[in-house]
Structure formats: structure tokens, C-alpha cells
């Protein structure tokens, strides 16, 4: 849950449907919750929803000229909604650290893991890719899937009341560092003002995949990222989602 990232008093009906994805996972599966930027660990599951219902939004828009005063850059595409962006002088790479120690701390675990994001999403500053890639690769040698829940960051103010947000377009799904990591390691984007869309579409996904391997040759074994592709023969109607590069250790 990245609440830096999320309008003040926002995210609520993301966080219901959450606590309502939790109740429907099996006694098999180990859940836990991970607050930013308080960086709040939680693994009971009883304890984690009632953390998860308290973790709204906690971006404040301020005015431009005491954003100019403090540093602060913005997004021109949302003007006049005034959506901050990042403090002036962080590197998205500042940014993304706090997931690459979650997939670090993924990466020990057997099996496949499914990392949920809840965030208003990170611009990513034009040609600055090497971040996201370096995430990817970590993501993809600790068998990590990473899903974005973007909660419809368009506001003109402080909002306390839930999800109620002015209609606007919502922003490019595609835009964004946390829409990127997701194609790449074949999880789901869905951005909304309402979470039970996007948590119904992950329950989906979630409850049949296919498991694929691969055959790979001794040059495949370098400790490299190599680009992967799958398609299903003779289905031209089909969207397959699934990991975008794999890295073998070295021999």
C-alpha cells in the first residue's frame, strides 16, 4: 500500500475490496501487508485487515506557488487537478527502493509470489527505463508477479469521503513505473476510482494459469536477462500474460 502516492482520505473502496480478496485466499496461502511510507510489516490475518482499512491516501495537494517554493515538481498533464508528482531532485530509483526490498524479501520464499500494489503511480521521467528494469530482473529471479491496483489519482482537493472523485479520464495506464513492472512480470493494471473491479479481475486471474517451463541451452546460463515471449497457437483471440524475460545463475 503506497500511501504517499494516493490523495489524502482516498483509496478506501480499495482497501475494502482488498480486505474482501483476503477472506476469499485458502488457509495455504501466506498473505501479508506492507505500508509505505511508514513501512508497516504485518502478517496475521486478522491484524492485517484491520491495519489495511486504516491505510488511506496521505498525498495533500498544495497550491503551485508554495509547491515552487518547496522544491516540488508537477504533473502538467493533470492540470489544473495539480497532481503532485515527486519532491524536486528524487530519482525514480529513490522511489522504487522500497519495492526492490519487498522482492528481496519475496525472493527466499518457495513458489510463485504475487505482490499487490495500491498506488497512484510513479511518472516515470522520459528515457529513465534502467530503474524498471533492474526491478524487473530482481522480480523475475525471486519469482515475483507484480499486480497495480491505481486508485484514479484525478483531484482538484483534499478529499475525505471515501472515492468520490471528479469524473475525468483516467490517467494512461500505461504511463507509469508500476503499470511497466507489472506487464513485464505478467500481472494485471487496473485503474479505477473503485477497487472491487480490479480485485474481482486479480481473483480471476488467480484462480487458473497455466504453468509453462522452458528447455534452456548452456548459453542461456550466464546470470543474464533474457527476453521471453508466449503465444498460443492458432488462437488469434487471446491476450497471454505471463513473465516478459527470464535469468538463469551462472555455471
Known amino acids: 500500500m503506497d500511501r504517499d502516492r494516493i490523495p489524502q482520505g482516498t483509496g478506501r473502496s480499495f482497501l475494502d475490496a ?22 508497516t510489516k504485518v502478517n496475521d490475518r486478522e ?11 496521505t498525498m495533500l495537494p498544495i497550491g503551485r506557488e508554495q509547491s515552487e517554493r518547496k522544491g516540488i515538481m508537477w504533473d502538467q498533464s493533470t492540470a489544473p487537478a495539480r497532481r503532485l508528482v515527486t519532491p524536486a531532485g528524487a530519482t525514480l530509483n529513490e522511489s522504487l ?23 497512484g503511480g510513479t511518472p516515470i521521467p522520459e528515457g529513465d527505463l534502467m530503474s524498471v528494469t533492474r526491478l524487473s530482473q530482481m522480480a523475475a529471479a ?9 486508485v484514479w489519482n484525478v483531484h482538484s482537493g483534499i478529499r475525505s469521503d471515501g472515492d468520490s472523485l471528479p469524473q475525468s479520464a ?18 494485471i493494471t487496473v485503474t479505477s476510482s473503485q477497487g472491487t473491479a480490479g480485485f474481482a479481475r ?31 497457437p492458432g488462437r488469434t483471440r487471446v491476450s497471454v500474460r505471463a513473465r516478459q524475460q527470464f535469468r538463469l545463475a551462472r555455471q
Open 47 to 57: 491484524h492485517l485487515k484491520r491495519e489495511l482499512l486504516k491505510a488511506t491516501g
Open 142 to 150: 525471486a519469482r515475483v508477479h507484480i499486480h497495480s491496483m491505481q
Open 202 to 232: 486479480l481473483g480471476k486471474e488467480l484462480s487458473a494459469w497455466y504453468v509453462v517451463g522452458i528447455e534452456p541451452d548452456a548459453a542461456d546460463r550466464d546470470g543474464k536477462s533474457h527476453a521471453l515471449e508466449i503465444t498460443v
Open 170 to 187: 483516467p490517467p494512461d495506464q500505461g504511463s507509469t513505473a508500476e503499470a511497466q513492472l507489472s506487464w513485464v512480470t505478467g500481472g
Open 97 to 119: 527502493h522500497p519495492l526492490e526490498r519487498m522482492v528481496a524479501s519475496l525472493a527466499p520464499l518457495d513458489g510463485t509470489k504475487h505482490l499487490v500494489l495500491i498506488t
Open 18 to 39: 482488498a480486505v474482501r480478496f483476503v477472506d476469499t485466499l485458502g488457509p495455504q496461502d501466506r498473505v501479508g501487508l506492507w505500508t509505505l511510507p511508514f513501512a
